[in-house]
């Protein structure tokens, strides 16, 4: 018999589907991004209900830039809106805000709303939301590393003080600390890939690839992903089956 998981504490979602869903509907691909963009409030709050300590969803890729620009554009006005409209609620939920991604390559005001959110719900203790925004898995990677290159470089760090947790430390991630390991990955769509998505992050996660467009994905669904997760077994590597939280498990090899 498996070992049953506890809530996982790091939840990462890849927000797929809304141009197709919208196209299967005979719309515009931009109304796939504004009824997927309804989808986020009520899963953030099931999120932090059940103790679910980082929800990141990926927002925007690296790659996504090559988009048309009236598409991107959208996209941006949807982000702030939705900032803009709930930080108070946000606020009020104890939620903290974390942006992850390449910002420099944002517009300024865009820039301005999501400094000011970050800074109105940075005092909260509750799940740590974190938009993936214009971020890319392979370019986290690379800015940790020639951030450590050049700390040995000006001698403020010798090789063999490289670890991975210092490592960890330098992505942008890091900023969750204990919780910046993903214990549960979900894609919505069907598709079955990660694309550059927390490549270092996801080392260990258990992965659902969900068969439904993000503007489909409800609550009722969420809650599904999280059973199917609590269902799973979680070796690391071992023989011994146990969840993420706690260094208990069920020695499977001897079942």
Known sequence: MNSTLDTPKHVAIIMDGNGRW?????????????????RVKPIVEYAGEIGVKALTLYTFSSENW????GEILLLWKLLGRYLTKEVDHLNSQNVKLNVFGD?????ADLNNVLNRSVARLSGNTGLNLNLALSYGGRDEILRAT????EKVSDKELSVEEISLDLFESELWTGVLGEYSDVDLMIRTSGEKRLSNYL???????????????WPDYTVRLFKESIQKYRQRSRRFGDTIARDSNSSLGVDLAQQ
């Open 199 to 213: 490549l270092w992050q996801n080392a260990y996660a258990e992965f659902l690839f969900e068969d439904v467009y």
């Open 22 to 38: 919208a196209k299967a509907r005979g719309h515009a691909r931009v109304y796939g991004h504004i009824r997927g963009a309804s």
């Open 66 to 69: 090559s988009r048309p620009k």
């Open 103 to 107: 910002t420099d390559l944002l517009s």
């Open 146 to 149: 020639r951030r450590i290159a």
